[in-house]
C-alpha cells in the first residue's frame, strides 16, 4: 500500500513558503521580529556601558528629578527589572529594546498618515537601519531610548491633528500632543523642541489653531507634566540647569573647530551616512517643487527637526557637545526620506534609492556583526598604554569583561575580612560617577555594599544623592577602593588627607582571548581622618 505522508523535504519546502508568504503579507511584523531578536542577542553579549551603569543609579533612587536628567528612564528600568530583582544586562535594557519594537510601528503608522503604507514600510526601514536610533537608543539604555517612543507619539498626534477635519479630533490630538511632548521632556528636556517646532508650524501655516483654548490646555499639560523637574531645581539651586548651561553656553573661548568637526561627523554617522544622502536628495527634490507628501505635513515634519539639528550644530561650534543630542531631529526626515523613495514604484525600482536603501542596510549588518564579534574575541587590549594605564583608551573595555570582576573581588574581600584586616562592613568609595558606576553595578549593589561618593560634586553627580541612602564613611573607619588600569587613579593621590593610609588588597586581571585587556587594583582604605561622603550642596563645586 502506498505512503502518501509527505516526506520531510516536501515538508519543510511547504514551511517555507508558509514563511515566505508570512513575510509578504505582514512585512512589517516580521522587521519587528527580526530586529527584536538581534538586539536581545546583542544584548546578552555585552555588558552595560557607561552611561548605562550610571543610569541604573536612577533606578536604585528614583527622584522627580536628577543631577543630569528627568527621571523616566530610572523609573523604567526599575518596571522592567522587577522592581530591581532581576537586573541581568538585557533587562535594565529592556526599555530600549521594547521601545524599538513600538517605534517601528509608530513610525510606520506615521508614514501611513502623510502617505500610505508603503511609506510607513520605508520609514521603519531606515528607523531599523540608522546607528542611533537602531542601536545606541535600540539596544543600549539611555534617556533617548525612552524619549523615542514619546517623541513619535508627540509626531503621530500632530500629524493627526493637522490632518483631522472635526473639531472634535483636532481638540483631542491637540490634547494628545501636549500629553506626549510632557513625556518626552520627561525623559530628556530636548523634548521642548517640539514645543518649538509646532509652535513654528502653526504660526507659519495653522495660525487658526492659535484661537483654539485647547492649544493652550495642551501646553499647560506638557508644563504640568514637566513641572517636576522645575520643582526638584528649586530645591537643589537649579543644579541640572547649571550644570547643562556650563555645557551649552556660548563663551569667550572662541570657535571650536574640533568640536564641529567631531559633532558634525558623529551626527552623520550616527543617522547612517547612505540615509543622510536620502535626506539630502529629498530636501532637494522638495525644494524644486517635487510633492513628496502633502505639504502640510512635509512642512510640520520640517519644523520638527531641523530646530534640534541645527542647534546641536551650531553649539558645538563653541562648545563640547554630543552628536547623539540631536537624535530626535532625524525621525522626521526619515519620514520625509521614506515619502520621497515611495515616488519611485516597486519592484522597478530606481537604482539609486535603491541603493542607499541597500547600503543602510548594509551598514547596519556590518556593525551587528563586526561590533559585538570585536567586543568579545579581540584578543588582549587595543591600547598601546603601558601598565598601570593598560587598556586606556580602549573603549570597547567598557562594555565587556565587568563580569570578571565581581568574583575576584568577592574572593579578596572574603580573605581580608578572614584575616581581619577589613570589617564586612566596609563600604566602597567612588569618586567619580565614571567608572564609579561599573563598581556599582558589577561589585557593590550585587553583594550588598554600601557606596558612598567622596569628591566633587560635578564629578559624583547622582552619586552625591546615592550618599542620601548609604550614608558616610564614618571617621576613624576603613573603605574599598577599585580603579581600573584603563581609567586609573592612584587613591593616595585622590584622597589625600582623606585616610591615614592606602593598602593594595591585590591586583584582578582581566583576560580577552586569553591576552591581558586590563587590570583592576583593589585598596584597602585606612582610618578615615574625618566623616566621608558628601550629600547634595547647593552649587557646583569650583573647577581647578
Known amino acids: 500500500m502506498a505512503d502518501n505522508r509527505p516526506t520531510t523535504a516536501a515538508l519543510r519546502t511547504t514551511q517555507a513558503v508558509m514563511a515566505i508568504e508570512y513575510i509578504q503579507k505582514h512585512p512589517l511584523a516580521t522587521l519587528v521580529v527580526v530586529f527584536t531578536i538581534i538586539r536581545l542577542l546583542i544584548a546578552n553579549l555585552i555588558n552595560l556601558g557607561n552611561d548605562e551603569v550610571y543610569y541604573f543609579t536612577y533606578a536604585v533612587l528614583p527622584d522627580w528629578n536628577h543631577f543630569d536628567h528627568p527621571p523616566l528612564v530610572g523609573i523604567l528600568i526599575r518596571i522592567f527589572t522587577f522592581n530591581l530583582h532581576c537586573n541581568p544586562e538585557v533587562f535594565v535594557r529592556m526599555p530600549g529594546i521594547v521601545g524599538a519594537a513600538v517605534n517601528t510601528w509608530l513610525i510606520a503608522r506615521c508614514g501611513l498618515l502623510i502617505k500610505n503604507r508603503n511609506t510607513g514600510l520605508i520609514a521603519a526601514v531606515l528607523y531599523n537601519t540608522s546607528v542611533y536610533t537602531c542601536i545606541l537608543s535600540g539596544i543600549f539604555i539611555l534617556p533617548d531610548s525612552v524619549q523615542l517612543s514619546l517623541w513619535l507619539a508627540a509626531l503621530h498626534a500632530m500629524l493627526r491633528c493637522i490632518k483631522a477635519t472635526s473639531p472634535a479630533d483636532i481638540r483631542r490630538h491637540l490634547l494628545l500632543t501636549g500629553l506626549w511632548i510632557g513625556l518626552a521632556t520627561m525623559s530628556k528636556v530636548h523634548g521642548v523642541f517640539l514645543w518649538a517646532g509646532f509652535a513654528g508650524f502653526i504660526i507659519s501655516d495653522r495660525r487658526g489653531l492659535l484661537k483654539s483654548p485647547y492649544l493652550y490646555v495642551s501646553i499647560a499639560i506638557t508644563a504640568l507634566l514637566a513641572s517636576p523637574i522645575l520643582f526638584w531645581n528649586f530645591s537643589n539651586d537649579f543644579i ?107 519592484p522597478d525600482f530606481n537604482n539609486l534609492p535603491k541603493r542607499l536603501l541597500n547600503g543602510s542596510a548594509g551598514l547596519i549588518l556590518v556593525v551587528f556583526t563586526i561590533g559585538p564579534v570585536l567586543i568579545r574575541c579581540y584578543p588582549g587590549t587595543m591600547s598601546p598604554k603601558p601598565f598601570p594605564n593598560t587598556g586606556a583608551g580602549d573603549a570597547t573595555l567598557d562594555v565587556t569583561g565587568w563580569d570578571q570582576l565581581l568574583p575576584a573581588f568577592e574572593m579578596l574581600r572574603d580573605q581580608d575580612i578572614a584575616a581581619g584586616k577589613m570589617k564586612r562592613d566596609a563600604p566602597m568609595v567612588v569618586h567619580k560617577w565614571f567608572p564609579g558606576s561599573h563598581i556599582y553595578y558589577h561589585v557593590a549593589y550585587p553583594l550588598g555594599m554600601r557606596t558612598v561618593g567622596v569628591g566633587r560634586l560635578d564629578d559624583l553627580h547622582h552619586f552625591a544623592w546615592l550618599n542620601r541612602r548609604y550614608g558616610q564613611v564614618p571617621a576613624g573607619s576603613d573603605a574599598w577602593y577599585i580603579t581600573p588600569s584603563n581609567n586609573f587613579s ?26 591581558v585587556a586590563r587590570y583592576w587594583f583593589v585598596y584597602r582604605l585606612k582610618n578615615a581622618r574625618r566623616n566621608l561622603g558628601r550629600s547634595p550642596i547647593k552649587g557646583l563645586a569650583a573647577r581647578p
Open 240 to 346: 541640572t540647569w547649571r550644570f547643562h548651561s556650563e555645557r551649552v553656553t556660548i563663551g569667550d573661548s572662541g570657535i571650536n573647530i574640533k568640536s564641529f568637526l567631531r559633532t558634525t561627523i558623529g551626527q552623520l554617522l550616527y543617522a547612517n551616512p547612505f540615509q543622510v544622502i536620502i535626506f539630502i536628495l529629498t530636501g532637494k527634490a522638495i525644494a524644486r517643487g517635487l510633492t513628496v507628501a502633502d505639504a502640510a505635513s512635509v512642512a510640520l515634519l520640517y519644523w520638527c527637526s531641523l530646530p534640534i539639528i541645527a542647534c546641536t550644530t551650531l553649539v558645538s561650534l563653541f562648545r563640547d557637545t554630543l552628536p547623539h543630542w540631536s537624535g530626535p531631529g532625524f525621525l522626521a526626515l526619515m519620514l520625509t526620506g521614506a515619502a520621497w523613495i515611495d515616488k519611485f514604484s516597486f
Open 490 to 515: 592612584d587613591p593616595a593621590e585622590q584622597f589625600a588627607g582623606d585616610f591615614e593610609r592606602f593598602e593594595k588588597s591585590g591586583t584582578i586581571t582581566q583576560r580577552r582571548n586569553g591576552q
